[in-house]
């Protein structure tokens, strides 16, 4: 019998899904069990230029419509996310073994959020009037035309959401390639804004593997190029789109700081830490791995931490009582235990976890190291698993500086009942998405996005209305011409 994940083919082109069964199988892997629960193809040439033509035209008319009617589509495609939040919810946890207690609220609830915010945003996007005497110039804001989306594996349906909802908002086409790891969610996002009225070939979705990402983000027809991955995949885009001087959004890795000062709440800071570092079993690229605590609070922490990471659920993801799932894939499961040897091997003190757990599936327990120093691999590299380095320090000045000395910039947080120094520490914080008393909240009324490696260029807000439209400026003469000759 096909499993329910199954989808009715690999693409989604043009209002339909759509077969060529020539491209590379892709099997679909449920990280819980090992099973495989469906296949999809990786698109052929002919797919991909079909994707793009298709993308390509449609624009011109989905541009010409007005905000409102523009906003009213992706407004009902929220709403029919939420009334299939639980459907959706349970593919998500299909696609990715993340448990459905986070799936049923951060998912499909977040690419419902971003359609309904961009959507409400999209009869809003208009130019100025700029008066020069007689003469005036009016700018307009208007759409870069066909835009490829690039997605990682950890949140297929919120990253097809958080590039196609602003992307279409502002009059744009877009093909979606989602990872080959997590091809099924991205298919529901295509089908549900053609639901919602949304004209065919304005939002598709091809699948593939990086040859395919390339094919797309080379393209001469293609616009914009908006990526969700690693640093090294980014660079490699950026560079292949700069090549064709087309605009981009990256939002890649990060190895971010979470910095306890000893006046903190233990237990929220300990809230913080877990959410910052256990969340979807680590695989979040804002997470907050780096953990420096203050020396004179360090061993109450840990305890305590210890204590509460103990109590993790870690089991079958569609029970809700479940709160902690599997890596997404055998291959990241290796990478990360992997990174947990090099920890133990270098001198970390292992303070929990530490091991693949006893369960069919890709599960490792959640990790915590501690008197991990700023030298050591596990505290430089991104582990994108549940793996959290605790490093202790004495100053603030010192742990600023330290907090600073890596390549990535994503995010940052900080615990402190002192609001004043809260507030000196995040503005000497080199990261783009931050957090005092918090961490990983992600809104859609909040920009995201990293500095330095971690990015270019913001999501969500009306940060990402900038990056998926260009001014155009028209000067108006009322007088005569004056010329040299
Ligand atoms: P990868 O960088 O491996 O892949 C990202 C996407 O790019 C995939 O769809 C991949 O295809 C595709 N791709 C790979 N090579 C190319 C290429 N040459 N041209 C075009 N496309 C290409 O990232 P992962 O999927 O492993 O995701 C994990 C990474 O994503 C982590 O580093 C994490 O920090 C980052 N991330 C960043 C977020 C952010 O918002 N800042 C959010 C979530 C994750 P395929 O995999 O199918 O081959």
Redesign the pocket.
Known sequence: MTHPAQPKASHFINGAYVEDTAGTPIPVIYAATGEQIATVYAATPAIVEQALSTAKEAQKAWAKMTGTERGRILRRAADIMRERNHDLSVLETYDTGKPLQETLVADATSGADALEYFGGLAASLTGEHIPLGEDWVYTKREALGLCVG??????PTQIACWKGAPALACGNSMVF?????TPLCALKVAEILIEAGAPAGVFNVVQ???EV??AL?TDPRVDKVS???????GK??YA?AAAGMKHVTM????KSPLIIFDDADIDNAVGGAINGNFYSSGQ???NGTRVFVQKGIKEKFLARLAERTGNAIIGDPMDEATSFGPMVTENQMNIVLGYIEKGKEEGARLICGGNRADKDGYFIEPTVFADVTDDMTIARE?I?GPVMSVLDFDTEEEVVARANDTEFG?SAGVFTKDFTRAHRVIGNLEAGSCFINSYNDAPVEAP???VKA??VGR?NSKEAIKHFSQVKSVYVRMGDVEAAF
């Open positions: 690039i997605g990682a594996w950890n949140y390639k989602p990872s080959e790891t593939g593997m990086g990402g390339g983000v990526l969700t991955g690693s640093v090294p995949t490699k885009v292949a939002e890649l890795g990060g979040v690229c804002s991104e994108f994503l995201f996005g990293g971690s990015g999501e």
